[in-house]
């Protein structure tokens, strides 16, 4: 297994590397210019060809990206053309936001996906079936900015049972956090519930087919076990891997739902930074959410050997 | 198909999501002496020597102070300055600075430290503030409570200027590290923290000379881009006013006994630039012929554009001068829709039919906009092609001159030449129209020179004779400043310039 690890670690470092070179491609061919955007409603040229100089955006690309690179090396992601803030320390206040929210959502996520799957793939056919179905396919199909928008006024504005917006860490206040995440983890999960049930309700499927399950009915163990212990036990690798490939992306891709909400979430920082033509803030975020998938693909590979024995050789 | 299933849907929702609730469900516990603002960006850098944005400055005003300020009708009063002369026919400017004040850090404001700041703003590398204090020529110092500035030439627009970033006071020992991430300033609140695109917060600081009007702990400024989920936020109790109210939330808001709207003039305009002479991209009747221009303003009911749009809540205009600045003229008017009279231009400049392309940012009010624009015009024989684009490629396209028209403003300044000089001179910074015009050049540049508002103000009607005939830019109308408050929110006193003012504000 460590090998494996090991192996994985060496194969991360060319595509880091490409996915460096790519963002700082196409942010570069990207219209728009930041310092246009810095240098203020005047622009006055002088100003922004002393800025142009300042910050080297007066040199070839190619030195550019290698004078980035080189500071990357040593640990200096550089500070947001923006606000003067360093990288790091943004990466550092939004990425355990974004943590938090993609753990609840995906909790939220599992808690109604996972059982509904099981249900709908043994009860195929009946109604319940076909109620699972109705309520996947709703969850797929209504937009996370509305049922955000919708929850706010229903919950926050009219029945004021919870604040319509902010972030407290779980680590400061649990009750708190709880107060905070519950809207967006159960916007973002509902989403992905419908996801998870289908592919549980579809793996339970194939697996309830197989003879070993047959057979475990026919020596007379109870439905419960059958299922639970024998076939969703076998059911569960597609899963694994589902989800973490969905924690992935709700780690930058929760932006509307951090709009909605007012998180100062990981997404909300990419997508701010490229209005802005932050080019700085760009690369290190995205270094860091493909840093943040390598591992998690990882994650993948070590849970499955520990949910298949057969692996561990 | 989608909409009758998600309704049974969404009960099931309410009944998975009820059982936590329960736990949860006990009320916020608020920090009585918070004051919460819903900004609708979030600001740039906190250093005011760099910093650009509209909502930085509304920051600022909390966390610096300044020279001098301005007020409701646009006059110039105390704040660290006390009071301030002009000599040496106008080549002199000399401030008594208020004594005993210090910054954050306890470091003294005297003539020294404001002379650093002014030599940092005029010299630092990554400075915005040096075109507008490039008529200093030298702060002297002749006591600890008097600065001195030396001008190169007369200069009535200094004041104006130091009545904003440029005249923003920071701690000279905090000059060494980077500002930005930590501002050290000596205004009625001190910087505590930042977390980028989610909040800023500063606490009282006790030792300002304003404390006495000063009613709050501390200043969250929350930042929340969408209007909606803002307005949202203050009618839970999230916040307790916010700024930019969207003019479609009016009429709500008012409705809700527990909010108030309160909203001004502001100091900015909007309006249609032009390209006349900025690349071949200018070549055609639009930007070679005045009076296919003409007839393009004359196709325009600006009013019905302000109902239309904006629910009636800016004012129509056809000057760049806000209608609370004394160089607004009354005279000049919004003048009618007349469709025969501009199609009549049009025939005299020898168009049936007159082509263009216009650029307009990609949001959704804009495009709204565009389009009554395009309708309004058509109907004289404009055949406008609307081009949505994102905000700052749009600008770069226009100072490239690779436009023919875009649908543009100005955030607007206290002083007159901040909202003309620069677009219409030439050689102006901003002059992306690339108009030249010497009889206009020599009013605007006149006006500089002048102190007295009446003389002043008899050249920018000299200047604007002429370019309400050239029209490189198309005014269309003021936008206004919108604020939602809480109704326990008491004190708050709309300004022209969009800032808010904390001295004297409290909650009940």
């Known amino acids: 297994m460590w090998k494996l690890i090991l192996n994985r670690l060496v194969v991360a470092i060319p595509t880091l590397f490409l996915v460096t070179v790519l963002v700082f491609a196409l942010q570069r061919v990207m219209p728009g210019d930041p310092l246009l955007v810095m240098a203020g409603e005047e622009r006055d040229p002088a100003v922004l060809e002393e800025l142009r100089h300042h910050y080297g955006f007066d040199q070839p690309l190619p030195i550019q990206f290698l004078a980035w690179l080189r500071e990357v090396l040593t640990g200096n992601f550089g500070a947001s053309l923006r606000t003067g803030e360093p990288v790091l320390k943004l990466v550092g206040q939004t990425l355990p936001v974004t943590i938090q929210l993609a753990v609840a959502s995906l909790l939220i996520a599992a808690a109604i996906g996972i059982p509904m799957g099981i249900l709908a793939a043994v009860r195929k056919g009946t109604w319940v079936d076909a109620v699972a179905n109705v309520v996947s396919l709703s969850g797929l199909s209504i937009p996370n900015f509305w049922l955000g928008i919708i929850l706010i006024l229903v919950v926050a504005v009219q029945l004021r049972w919870l604040p319509a917006s902010g972030f407290v860490s779980v680590l400061d206040d649990p009750a708190g956090a709880l107060r905070t995440t519950l809207m967006p983890a159960f916007v973002l999960g509902s989403g992905l519930a419908a996801t998870l049930m289908r592919h549980t309700r579809s793996a339970m499927l194939e697996v309830l087919r197989l003879d070993y399950v047959r057979t475990a009915r026919a020596k007379g163990l109870m439905p419960r076990a059958v299922i639970l212990k024998h076939a969703f036990r076998n059911a569960l690798a597609p899963i694994v891997t589902l989800s973490t490939l969905l924690f992935g992306q709700l780690l930058a891709g929760a932006v509307l739902t951090e709009q909605v909400f007012t998180i100062p979430g990981f997404g909300k920082l990419i997508v701010d930074a490229v209005f802005n033509r932050d080019y700085g803030v760009v690369q290190g975020v995205v270094l860091c959410t493909a840093v943040a998938f390598i591992v998690m693909n990882l994650v993948a590979d070590v849970l499955y050997i520990l949910i298949n024995p057969r692996l561990r050789t | ?508």
């Open chain 2, 1 to 508: 198909m989608t909409t009758p299933r998600s309704a049974p849907s969404w009960s099931c929702r309410s009944l998975l999501i009820a059982a936590p609730f329960a736990v949860v469900l006990a009320a916020s516990p608020l920090m009585a002496a918070d004051l919460r603002i819903g900004l609708q960006e979030d600001p740039d850098i906190l250093d005011p020597h760099e910093a650009r944005t509209f909502v930085g400055r509304i920051v600022f005003n909390a966390l610096c102070d300044k020279l001098v300020d301005t007020d409701a009708k646009l006059q110039f009063v105390p704040r660290i300055a006390t009071s301030w002369t002009v000599a040496d026919e106008g080549k002199t400017l000399a401030f008594k600075l208020r004594p005993g004040v210090t910054f954050h850090d306890g470091t003294p404001l005297d003539a020294t430290a404001v002379k650093a700041n002014l030599e940092r703003a005029m010299t630092a590398k990554t400075s915005r503030r040096k075109s507008e204090l490039k008529s200093v020529a030298a702060v002297e110092t002749p006591d600890a409570t008097t600065v001195v500035l030396k001008l190169k030439q007369k200069d009535s627009t200094l004041l104006a200027q130091l009545s904003d970033r440029a005249g923003m006071l920071l701690s000279p020992k905090s000059f060494d590290k980077p500002v930005g991430p930590n501002p050290v300033c000596s205004g009625p609140y001190s910087f505590v923290e930042r977390v980028q695109n989610d909040r800023i917060v500063l606490k009282k600081f006790a030792g300002h000379w304003d404390a006495a009007n000063q009613h709050f702990d501390r200043i969250v400024f929350r930042i929340i881009p969408d209007t909606t989920v803002r307005l949202a936020n203050l009618r839970s109790g999230q916040l307790d006013m916010l700024e930019r109210l969207a003019p479609t939330d009016v009429k709500s808001a008012k409705a809700d006994a527990a909010l108030k709207v309160v909203s001004i003039a502001g100091l900015g305009y909007q309006g249609i630039t032009i390209n006349l002479n900025n690349t071949a991209r200018s070549e055609g009747p639009l930007g070679k012929d005045r009076r296919v221009r003409q007839a393009l303003s004359l196709s325009l009911d600006r009013k019905a554009i302000n109902d239309v749009v904006f629910e009636g809540l800016n004012t129509p205009s056809i000057q760049p001068f806000p209608p609370a600045s004394p160089f607004h003229e009354q005279a000049v008017g919004v003048p009618a829709r007349d469709v025969a009279k501009a199609k009549a231009l049009l025939k005299a400049a020898g168009h049936e039919k007159v082509t263009f392309e216009m650029q307009v940012a990609n949001s959704t009010v804009e495009q709204q906009l565009a389009q009554v624009i395009q309708a309004m015009a058509a109907e004289a024989g404009f055949d406008i092609k609307i081009k949505a684009t994102e905000f700052a490629s749009m600008l770069k396209q226009q100072s490239a001159g690779n436009y023919q028209a875009t649908r543009v403003g100005w955030s607007g300044r206290v002083d007159p030449d901040g909202n003309i000089h620069q677009f219409v001179t030439t050689g102006g910074g901003i002059n992306d129209t690339k108009y030249t015009n010497a009889d206009v050049d020599r009013e605007l540049n006149a006006a500089r020179t002048v102190y007295d508002i009446a003389k002043r103000k008899a050249h920018y009607a000299a200047a604007m004779k002429i370019l309400r005939d050239d029209l490189p830019i198309m005014y269309l109308y003021h936008p206004s400043w919108i604020w939602a408050l809480s109704s326990k929110v008491d004190g708050f006193v709309a300004n022209p310039d969009g800032m808010i003012r904390l001295s004297g504000m409290k909650l009940k």
